[in-house]
């Protein structure tokens, strides 16, 4: 813990981030958790209490990606993020372990933000739509990020933290909604959920990877990922969530 008297010299001396950065290692009450279990473990193991903490942390994320709209992924470094973030790079490690931790952490990010809302709609097929719905709007608002995206998880490798977030998670989070309309009785129990959820993915990375190699305009990237999707669903969906589907992809395609 940062003494009074050495807090007093280092405020008056300008110091400010290592102040935080002791901070970060003091012992905590009242502490807000960072991330989920799927978090890197350094992301694990912090917790922030002070407001000046919660907001340096959300721009060093907000720097982050804008860094990925204009970077390619491998691109980026950690002197680039410190400098846009306004903070040392020391700082930066602090916060987060590695240049791959504080990447990994705003991408995440975005996917929460379009995933957080999910008590607002039905479980099932329609949390699913609608995620999709606020996935279309994160690209439709920053394309050059998720063509940035697009691109990096191309380069990635399969034990990449890249593709566990943006494929692994979003197959299992699609899995347990698939699984809440079997359980209903509104999707066909003779198919595999599993292989239902991989076709859902694949189809939103493929419209993704076609905007990105151009082969559609960006005002045209809404009505082409939800039709794809809806034309899946359509094929596995039984009574009202079929009936419900039909009509969605009339609605987008008349």
Request: proline share 3%; no cysteine; charged share 25%.
């Amino acid at each position: 813990m940062v003494g009074k008297a050495a807090a007093e010299n280092t405020i008056r001396s300008g110091h400010f981030d290592e102040i935080e950065e002791a901070s970060l290692n003091a012992p905590l009450r009242n502490t807000l958790p960072v991330e989920t279990s799927n978090a890197t473990s350094a992301e694990q193991t912090r917790t922030y209490n002070s407001p000046r903490l919660i907001k340096r942390r959300a721009d060093i994320l907000s720097a982050a990606r804008a860094s990925l709209a204009e970077n390619s992924y491998h691109g980026i470094t950690m002197n680039d993020l410190a400098l846009r973030a306004g903070v040392t790079k020391k700082t930066l490690y602090n916060v987060f372990g590695s240049k791959e931790e504080l990447l990994s952490a705003a991408v995440r990010d975005v996917i929460n933000q379009y995933r957080g809302a999910d008590h607002d709609h039905e479980p099932g097929i329609p949390t699913l739509i609608a995620s999709r719905v606020r996935a279309i709007d994160q690209v439709l608002a920053d394309p050059d990020y998720a063509n940035a995206m697009t691109s990096a998880l191309l380069q990635a490798d399969s034990s990449h933290e890249l593709v566990t977030i943006l494929i692994t998670e979003s197959i299992e989070f699609t899995r347990e909604q698939i699984a809440v309309d079997v359980a209903a009785g509104l999707i066909d129990p003779e198919l595999a959920i599993d292989t239902i959820a991989k076709q859902l993915v694949n189809q939103a990375w493929g419209i993704n990877f076609m905007l990105e190699k151009k082969q559609f305009e960006l005002n045209e990237y809404s009505s082409q990922s939800m039709t794809g999707l809806l034309l899946l669903l359509k094929g596995v969906t039984l009574g009202r969530r079929h009936e419900q589907i039909s009509q969605q992809l009339r609605e987008i395609t008349s």
